[in-house]
Structures are given as C-alpha cells and as structure tokens.
C-alpha cells in the first residue's frame, strides 16, 4: 500500500452541499491553490473549496494583471491542483477560472473552452467574472450541466476599464446594478456568487436576496464564505496589503530565512554531513 492509498477518502463538496451549508448557517472556507503540493494542504486542512484562481498570472507567474494567462496554462495548474486532493481526502471541491477572452466573445466560444476545461481536468465547475453581459452564456454553460460560479464587484480581469483596484458600488446605482447582476447570473444556473470588494452592507443585501451562497473577498462578514488568494494569507506577497487580508503566518521570512542557512551551510562546506550523504 502507498502513502496515497492509505488517506481516508471523504465525500465530496458538491454544488448541493454548497446551497446546504447556505441553508444552514455553515461557512464555507474557499482558497486558491495553483499546485499539486499546496493543495494537498488545502484539502488535508478540510477547505472546502479550492479555486484554481486566475490569480495565478499574479502570484504564481509574476504579471501585473490576470489577463495574460492562458487557458492551456490554467488547465496546467488545475491537473497539479486535482492531483492534489486525489492525493489526499479528495473532499474539496475544485473550481477554475475560466481566463480572460476565453468566454468573453460568444457563448458558444464559452462553452466550447468551458467543456474543454472540464474535460481536460476532473475539475467541479468554472468560475467567470461579470453580471448582466455574461448572464446568457453562464445559461447556456449551466444548462449543459457545468455549474458556474459567478463573481462580482472587483472583477479583476476587467481592470483597464475601471482603472483602479478601488472598493467597488459605493454608491447607490452602481449597488443596484451589482443587485440585478447577482439575481440575473442566480436565474442563469449560476451555483455561487463571489462578491469582491464591495460594502459589507451591500454583500449582506446580496447574500439576504439570493438563495445561492456569495463567496466574499474584502466583502465583509455576512457572505455564506469566504475565499482569500494563498499567497497573500500565508505572507508570500509582501508587498499587498489590503485590508481584507488576514495574515495567517509569514511565510516569506520563513522561507528567506531558511534558504539563506542553507545557502550558507553549502558555502562552508557544513551541507550535505556524512549522515546526509550515501
Ligand atoms: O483569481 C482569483 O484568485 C480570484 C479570487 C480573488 C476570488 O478570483
């Protein structure tokens, strides 16, 4: 028997157990995860969601936005991703971002790199930015059977429109609109809704007005979850610093610390000892 065969499988977070938790008052823990090593983590310490998150352009590839990654490199990260939990619980669900103009130019477009995605990757469902515009092609993707996952407010891969990564629908008609948005994309199939960075008091009207849960980031507390991007809660981002983020360790001193011993232990000749080596 191997190390994977022995981990206990659990039942697998579905887009019902979702819509459960919602109607029992039970949070739902969503992080990203762009790796197989990271995920297994994520899956071991009972996440229910894991977001392969096209954030992944930022973090894990170092560009200034998300537009530039690929589908093929999405689905690169999701394979590591799937493989993780696979290799764990197998409990956390697992959700892609669909990359910027991979659903933006038709629907049928969509639904082809919506069905290639999940084809390709034994993932749960897509995740796709945006309201009222997109609401057609989250219908024709829904009623095919792949379960989206709508997103809201900051809508990162629509940055050069709004030119600022700024607190968005602070006022009145901008809220009404995301409210239309969020009941539109819940009548198109839509399985949950990420609410970024929006007034508390408004992600709570959203969460009172539909019966799908919202997923906050910078959203405040009375979302049915909560998704933050890895690297920022675990101190790998240093130089972010939104409120919203809650550092849960400090990674990069972690890291910088013990790559400069070994960096120095090599340099004195102090690594590998003669119990290190064969
Ligand atoms: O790409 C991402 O990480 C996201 C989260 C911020 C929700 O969309």
Known sequence: MNSRESV?????????????????????????????????????????????????SNVFSGHDTTLPITTEEMIYHTRAVVRGIQAESSRAMVVIDMPFMSYQLSSEEALRN???????????????????VIAGT?????????????????????????????????DRKEAEELLRD????????????????????????????ISIPTIGIGAGRAC???????????????EFHPRFVRRYADLDSVMHEAVSRYAEDVRKGDFPSEGESY
């Not at 938790?21 to 949070?27: I, S, V």
């Not at 919506?114 to 009222?132: H, L, Q, R, T």
């Not at 839509?190 to 959203?206: G, N, S, T, Y």
């Open 182 to 209: 969020a009941v539109l994309l819940e009548e198109a199939g839509a399985f949950a809704l990420v609410l970024e960075k929006i007034p508390a008091d408004l992600a709570a009207e959203v969460t009172r007005s």
């Open 224 to 238: 049915d979850g909560q998704v933050l991007v890895i690297n920022d809660m675990l101190g790998l981002n240093t």
């Open 138 to 170: 989250v219908k024709r993707i829904t009623d095919v059977g792949i379960p989206v996952m709508g997103h809201l407010g900051l809508t990162p891969q629509s940055i050069y429109k709004f030119g600022s990564y700024k607190v968005r629908a602070r």
């Open 114 to 132: 919506a069905g290639k995605i999940m084809k390709d990757n034994e993932c749960d469902a897509v995740k796709m930015e945006g309201g009222k």
């Open 8 to 56: 206990k499988k659990l039942p697998h977070v579905t887009t019902r157990r979702l819509l459960e938790m919602k109607e029992q008052g039970e949070k739902i823990a969503m992080l990203t995860a762009y790796d197989y090593t990271t995920a297994r983590i994520l899956d071991r310490a009972g996440i229910d969601v894991i977001l392969v998150g096209d954030s992944a």
